[in-house]
Structures are given as C-alpha cells and as structure tokens.
C-alpha cells in the first residue's frame, strides 16, 4: 500500500511558467513533509519542507504548498528553468512511535522545462 | 566538508558473490540509512540506524545485512548477491533532532550502481 502518492510520472513545461508538481499521502500520522530534487547519477538533494502546522512554505522560486484536508500537497517553481528539469521526489515523515526519523518516499515526479 | 561520500560508485557481480558497500559522513550524524531506488519504485529504505552500534530493519531489508560500528560509517552487506538486487543504492544521514523537525531532513550520498548478472 503506497504511503505517498505522485501520479504524474512525469510533467513538461515551458521555460518561465509555472510548475506544479503533485504529491498525496494517506498515512494521517505524517505531519512533516518534504521534496527533494534528483538529477541523473547523483543522489537526492534536499529543496524544501513544510510543518502540517503551515499550509504554505515559500524560499525562493519554491513554494509548497499543503492541504491536510485533502492530504495533498504541491511543489510550485515559478519561473520554471531550464536547470530544473530533474526527477522530484514527495517524502513524508511522522512521530507516530517515535518514528520521525524515517522518511516514506513517493515514486517521483520527472520535470522537464524545455527553452 | 564531503558530506556523504559512498564506495564503490559501480559494481558487478555474479550471482552468489558477496560484497559491502560503505558509507561515511562526515557530518557528525545520529541517524543513518540505506536505500534502494528502482525504475518506477522510488526510494525504499533497507535498513537504518538511530546511533553507533544500532540498526533496524527498514521496508525490503531481505537479503542484506548492515552494521554500524563507528557513528561515521554505515556498512551495507549483501552475503549472496542475486538478480534482484541489481539497483542503485543510496546512503543518507540525518542530525539529532534537539529542535523542530532538523532529524526528518535526509542527506544522500551520490550512490552506488550495482550489476548483479
């Protein structure tokens, strides 16, 4: 049973407009969540996470943005770059027994934004 | 500052071969962690550790085996390699979390393929 969910396989955008990148979870118990940015032959690098006490973390081209009613949450990249087309992955964490060390991770999302 | 290196970066193996891959941090980390990431599967953990001489089993911890002897280095070992372990492996460590949700915050190291024929 998949915790985290990214349906989109992979999205392509134009250079300069908006990207949205989906993600929704099922797990109630999670309530810190986070998207990391993976280019080829490299390892996952943190981009930014979001307490469930906030519904909206901004830094930079980034925003995240969540829904707890709804257990979604979107990545927006306003203006999209050339330099970020990268596979994004959606994690979760939760303290349920003490588990908020652990991170469930969705399947990816493959963004590319095309000149 | 290295962050979280890994060795080897690739490697192939015949069925039934062993071998261990190492990780290190150089972060001064409690937690530490083993992924798998295959095609379409996203990032699985194997197995991980909250601190020196601890491990626990993560979600597909079958087939491996870890040790974690030194707060620094996070061992991954397979005794007879199969098939189905060919993938990409990817170590991360993350901090103590003393104040807001700083533990939850992974580091990854740049992975290791792995061919297993």
């Known amino acids: 049973d998949q915790q985290v969910k990214q349906n989109s396989p992979s999205l392509s955008v134009q250079e300069g407009r908006i990207s949205i990148l989906n993600c929704d979870y099922t797990n109630s118990m999670f309530d810190y969540f986070l998207w990391y940015k993976k280019y080829p032959a490299e390892g996952p690098t943190f981009l930014i996470s979001?307490?469930?006490?906030?519904d909206k973390n901004e830094d930079g081209r980034f925003t995240v943005f969540l829904n707890k009613s709804a257990k979604h949450l979107s990545l927006h990249i306003v203006p999209s770059q050339p330099g970020d087309s990268a596979v994004y992955f959606c994690?979760?964490?939760?303290?349920?027994?003490?588990?908020?060390?652990?991170?469930?991770f969705g399947k990816g999302t493959l963004l590319t934004v095309n000149p | 500052n290295a962050g979280v290196t890994q060795t080897p970066k690739f490697r192939v193996l015949k069925t039934g071969q062993s071998m261990t891959l190492l990780c290190a941090q150089d972060?001064?980390?409690?937690?530490m962690y083993w992924y798998r990431q295959d095609p379409g599967m996203g990032l699985r953990l194997i197995h991980y550790?909250?601190?020196?001489?601890?491990?626990a089993k993560g979600e597909v911890p079958d087939g491996y085996n870890v040790s974690r002897l030194k707060k620094q280095n996070f061992l991954l070992g397979l005794e007879s390699a199969a098939p189905s372990q060919t993938s990409v492996y990817f170590c991360a460590s993350s901090p103590l979390g003393t104040s807001g949700r700083t533990a939850d915050t992974q580091y990854f190291g740049p992975g290791t393929r792995l061919t297993v024929l």
């Open positions: 550790s909250v601190g020196e001489g601890t491990t």
């Open positions: 972060m001064n980390h409690e937690y």
């Open positions: 979001i307490s469930s006490i906030k």
């Open positions: 994690a979760a964490s939760g303290r349920s027994g003490g588990s908020n060390y652990k991170l469930t």
